[in-house]
C-alpha cells in the first residue's frame, strides 16, 4: 500500500514538474494576472461610474434620507471646534438659542442643509497632530471625516495607505463636482495636494491666494516725532553700537545699485549720494538718542527730497533700505522717554507677535540682498526653487547664516524685544507692545510684520499704520518684495475608510464638496444668511462686492469678543475654521480699520510682488524666485523612514541653534551649553552632520515626483 | 557490483547536496532585488511590477519545486537508497522524482532567462525619486541561479542513471547466480 502511494506521488510530482515546464513564462503568467486584475477593477470602476450617474440621481434623493456623521476635527483649542464651548449662551437673530456642547451655529446649519446628522466626537482641546497620531493606531475607526491644522502630510500619507478616501477616484465617478471644478480652475491647487502617487485624499484649506500675507506695520506717530519735530527733548542715554551696516564697501547703494527706486509707477525717488546712515552713526562720537536721530535727520536731509525726513519710510514715497530701517530702529530705542513722554524706559524697535512666531524675525533676509528663507507661508517651508527647477533648503545657506549674525548685531543693540526666543512663553507681544499704551503698566513695541486688519485694529492701537518693506537688490533686482504671499495651508480634512459605510462615504462627500458652492463658501466665509444684510452688499477696495454682515454682528460681536470679529466668527458662529475650503478676502476688508484700508491701498497702488503660486515677477537671476513652493511634500513611506533613520534637520532643536546665533554670538554671553556657531564652516556643518544633503535628495525627489506628475 | 554500489551512493550525496542547495537558492533568490521592494510611484510601476509580481511569482514556483527536490532525498532514505541496490518499484519512483527535478531545473532555467531579459529592459531612471540613486543592474542571483540548476540538472541524471545501472547488475548478477 505504502509502495502505491509512494508511486502515486512520485507520478503526479513528475508530471506536475513537466506541465510547469511547458506553460508559459512567469513573466507571461505575472503580465496575465496584471491585465486581469486590470480588467477587473475597470469593470468595477465602470460599475461605478455607471452607478454614479445614478449615485448624482441618487444624491438629490439621497439627501432626503438622514444620514449620521462623526467629525474629529482637532485644533488644539475647543473653542475652536465644531462645537459650541462658551460659557454663555449665544441668541442668534431669529430667537435660537446656542448653549455649551451643542454644535455651532454654522454646523447646524449644514447639518439641516444636508439632511445630516453631524456628531463632533473630538477631544475638544486636543492638538491635530496628536489626534492623528491616535486615530492612526485604530485605522480612523472612531469618525467618518477627520480634519486639523498642519496635517496634510499625515492625510496624504495615510491615503496613500488606503486609510482614507481616494477622492480622485470619487470625482472621476461623479462625486465632488464642485471641488472638481474648483481644482480644474486653480491647477496649482491641485498640484499642491496630490500624492505622490498621483491622487487626492484631502480638501484643504485654501487661504485668500495671489493676496498679501503680512506686512510691515509701525506707530506712525513715532517716526514723525523723532524725524519731523523741531524741537523735540531727544534721550541723552548712551547707546552701544554692533551692526556695521549691509551697504557698506564694494555694496554702497548708488548709482546701479539702488541709486534711483521706484515706490510707485510714475514715482522715482533718488539718492543723492553713496553715503551710508549706519557708517555715519557708527563714527558718532558720542551716541545717545539726540546725536543717532540728529545724524539720521541730516542723512535724509542730505541724500533725499522729501518734505519732511519721515517720508523716507512713511507713505507711497518711501523707499528706505535695511540699513536705514536699523538707523531709524536704533534712534527709537535711544529714545524710550521722549517717545513715550517718560511712561518707559525701554522701548522695544522690533517684535513678533508671539514667540512662536520668532521665525518671521528672519524674513528680514529677503532685505539682506534677497536671500530667501521661506517659500511659502509656513515656517516649515524652508525651500526655494532654484534657477534649475531644483529645490534648495534655505536654513543651511550662507546667506541666512550671515542674516542671522545680522539680527544678532540689532538684538545685541537691543532692537528686538528679547523675550520673542523664549518658546516657553505664550504671550501675545502684539497686544503687549502696542495694547497697553494706556494701561498701568505700559509696554511699547514699535514694528512688527503682521497681517494688516488684525494689526490695525482700533481696539489694539490707533497709532499703527502700515508701511512699504524696505527696498532692496532682491533676485538681482531693486523693487519692493515681500516673499509672503496668502498660501495654500498644510489643513484640511478627508474621509475615513474603515470608520465609514458606502452611504457615509456618499454624505461625507457631500459636505466636503458643499463648502465649494456658492451657498457653502458665503456660508463658511462669512456665517449664516440671518446674520447678513439681505439685499446689501459690501464693496471691497479691490472693487469686488462681497456679503456684509448685518448689525447683529457688530453688536454682538462687541459684547462678547471684545469687537474681534475673526474671533467671533469662529469661536461663537463656527465659521472661518480650517476645513476644506477657498477662504475669501471680503471678511478680512470688513472688520479693517480706516488705517488698515490706507494701507492696503498704500501696497496695492506700489510697485509691491510679492511671493505668488505663478511666480510672477521683475526678470532677475533665478526666473522662480517669485515662485511659492506647495505647503507639503508627500513623501513615500520610504522616503519618511530616510529622512527618519538617516538626518535629524527637522528637529526642533535645529531652529533652537540658529537662534543662539541671533541671541549670544555678538555680545558673546552664552550660556553654559548653547552652541553657537561662530563661523559659517562651523554652521554648515551642523547640517551637514545632520545629514542635509540625503535630506535635500529626498525632497529633491518628491519635488520631482510632483513636477513629473503634472 | 561493489563500485557500481558506491557510485550510486555518492550520487545520492552528490544530488542532496545539489537539492539542499537549490533549495537554499530560493530561500536568499529575492535578497539581492530587496532595494526593488515597497517601490510606490507611478513612475515605477513597471519595475514594483517586476519585483512584487514576476519575482515573488517565481519564487514561489522554484521553492515549490525546491521541495519536491527535498521530498525525492526523503523518498532516498525511505527507500533505503543509500544503503540497498534499489528495486524496481525504487527505481521507478525515484527515477520519476528525478525527471520531474530536472523539468523543474529546465523550467527554472528558462524562466531565470527570461526574467533576467525582463530585467535588463526595465527603466530605473525614476528610481532615484524612491531614495534609490545610482542604481545598478544585478545579476549574481541569475547567473548562480543557472549553475545551481544545471548542476541539478546533472546531478539527476547521474544519480537516476548510478541507480540503474546498479540495479541492472545487480539483476545480472542475481540471475547469474
Known sequence: ?710 | MQKLFRVQKVMAWVYTVTALAVFLYTLVFMTEYKDLFGLKLKQNSQISFFHDSVLQTFNRQIFALALVGILVIVFSFFLEIFTKVPDLFALVVLFACLTGCAGGAVYAITNIQAVEAFYRGLDFQYLYLEGLADYEHKFTTFRAGVGVYVLQIVSCAAYGAAMVMSHVRFKKLSAAE
Open chain 1, 1 to 710: 500500500m505504502r509502495r502505491k502511494a509512494a508511486g502515486a506521488l512520485a507520478a503526479a510530482m513528475m508530471a506536475s514538474a513537466l506541465l510547469a515546464g511547458c506553460g508559459s513564462s512567469v513573466v507571461e503568467q505575472a503580465q496575465e494576472q496584471q491585465t486581469a486584475a486590470q480588467t477587473t477593477a475597470a469593470q468595477a470602476a465602470g460599475g461605478t461610474q455607471e452607478g454614479s450617474g445614478q449615485a448624482e440621481v441618487q444624491e438629490t434623493a439621497d439627501l432626503a434620507k438622514t444620514v449620521e456623521l462623526k467629525f474629529n476635527y482637532a485644533v488644539g483649542n475647543k473653542s475652536r471646534t465644531m462645537t459650541y464651548n462658551q460659557e454663555s449662551p449665544l441668541t442668534l437673530p431669529d430667537g435660537t438659542v446656542v448653549t455649551a456642547g451643542m454644535l455651532k451655529p454654522m454646523w447646524s446649519y449644514v447639518e439641516k442643509e444636508l439632511n445630516s446628522k453631524f456628531t463632533d466626537v473630538t477631544v475638544q482641546d486636543m492638538k491635530s497632530s496628536d489626534m492623528i497620531q491616535t486615530e492612526s493606531t485604530s485605522n480612523f475607526l472612531g469618525a467618518n471625516i477627520y480634519g486639523g491644522e498642519s496635517i496634510a502630510e499625515r492625510l496624504m500619507f495615510y491615503g496613500t495607505e488606503g486609510k482614507f478616501v481616494n477622492l480622485t477616484e470619487m470625482m472621476e465617478a461623479g462625486y465632488l463636482p464642485n471641488f472638481k471644478n474648483y481644482l480644474n480652475n486653480n491647477p496649482d491647487v491641485r498640484s499642491a495636494i496630490t500624492a505622490y502617487d498621483g491622487n487626492i485624499y484631502h480638501v484643504p484649506y485654501i487661504a485668500e491666494i495671489n493676496q498679501i500675507a503680512r506686512a510691515f506695520e509701525i506707530r506712525g506717530s513715532w517716526v514723525t516725532e523723532l524725524l519731523d519735530q523741531t524741537d523735540a527733548s531727544y534721550d541723552t542715554d548712551r547707546f552701544d553700537i554692533y551692526y556695521q551696516g549691509f551697504y557698506i564697501g564694494d555694496n554702497k547703494r548708488t548709482g546701479d545699485n539702488g541709486g534711483t527706486v521706484t515706490p510707485k509707477e510714475g514715482v522715482n525717488i533718488a539718492k543723492k549720494t553713496d553715503a551710508n546712515i549706519i557708517e555715519i552713526q557708527n563714527s558718532l562720537d558720542v551716541k545717545n538718542g539726540e546725536t543717532l536721530t540728529g545724524a539720521l535727520i541730516q542723512y535724509i536731509n542730505d541724500n533725499y527730497d522729501y518734505d519732511t525726513p519721515s517720508q523716507l519710510y512713511v507713505g507711497e514715497k518711501a523707499a528706505y533700505d535695511i540699513d536705514e530701517l536699523i538707523a531709524l530702529m536704533r534712534c527709537i530705542k535711544a529714545n524710550p522717554h521722549y517717545l513715550t513722554d517718560g511712561r518707559a524706559d525701554v522701548v522695544w524697535p522690533l517684535f513678533t507677535r508671539q514667540s512662536s512666531y520668532r521665525e518671521e524675525l528672519v524674513r528680514l533676509a529677503t532685505y539682506f540682498g534677497g536671500v530667501k528663507v521661506h517659500g511659502a507661508d509656513s515656517y516649515k517651508a524652508t525651500w526655494y526653487i532654484d534657477e534649475n527647477g531644483k529645490v534648495q533648503y534655505t536654513y543651511s545657506e550662507e546667506g541666512i547664516y550671515n542674516v542671522l549674525c545680522y539680527l544678532s548685531d540689532m538684538e545685541a543693540e537691543g532692537l528686538i524685544y528679547s523675550d520673542c526666543y523664549d518658546l516657553t512663553d505664550k504671550t501675545n507681544y502684539r497686544s503687549t507692545l502696542w495694547g497697553t499704551d494706556d494701561g498701568d503698566a505700559p509696554s511699547f513695541g514699535f514694528m512688527t510684520y503682521d497681517f494688516i486688519a488684525s494689526s490695525t485694529s482700533d481696539s489694539l492701537n490707533k497709532d499703527t499704520i502700515v508701511i512699504l518693506p524696505p527696498v532692496a537688490k532682491v533676485n538681482g533686482v531693486w523693487q519692493y518684495y515681500m516673499d509672503n504671499g496668502r498660501a495654500i495651508k498644510p489643513d484640511g480634512w478627508a474621509i475615513s475608510i474603515a470608520g465609514s459605510t458606502q452611504e457615509q462615504i456618499d454624505r461625507a462627500c457631500a459636505v466636503l464638496d458643499y463648502f465649494f458652492t456658492a451657498e457653502g463658501a458665503v456660508l463658511q466665509n462669512y456665517g449664516l444668511p440671518m446674520i447678513l444684510e439681505e439685499n446689501e452688499k459690501y464693496e471691497g477696495p479691490d472693487g469686488i462686492s462681497y456679503p456684509k454682515f448685518n448689525s447683529w454682528v457688530t453688536e454682538t460681536c462687541n459684547a462678547v469678543a471684545k469687537g474681534d470679529l475673526s474671533t467671533f466668527l469662529r469661536d461663537w458662529m463656527g465659521c472661518l475654521m480650517p476645513i476644506g475650503y477657498q477662504k475669501e478676502i471680503g471678511f478680512e476688508y470688513q472688520y479693517t480699520s480706516e488705517r488698515g484700508f490706507e494701507g492696503w491701498a498704500l501696497l496695492q497702488g506700489s510697485t509691491l510682488h510679492i511671493a505668488t503660486y505663478a511666480g510672477e515677477g521683475p526678470d532677475g537671476d533665478n526666473p522662480n524666485y517669485y515662485k511659492m513652493i506647495p505647503p507639503v511634500f508627500s513623501l513615500t513611506s520610504r522616503q519618511k523612514e530616510t529622512i527618519s533613520d538617516s538626518t535629524s534637520i527637522e528637529s526642533d532643536d535645529i531652529v533652537e541653534y540658529m537662534f543662539n546665533i541671533v541671541r549670544y554670538r555678538t555680545k558673546g554671553n552664552a550660556p553654559q551649553g548653547a552652541e553657537v556657531a561662530q563661523t559659517y564652516e562651523e554652521y554648515a556643518a551642523k547640517f551637514a552632520a545632520r545629514g542635509l544633503d540625503l535630506y535635500e535628495q529626498t525632497y529633491q525627489a518628491a519635488y520631482d515626483v510632483m513636477i513629473l506628475g503634472n
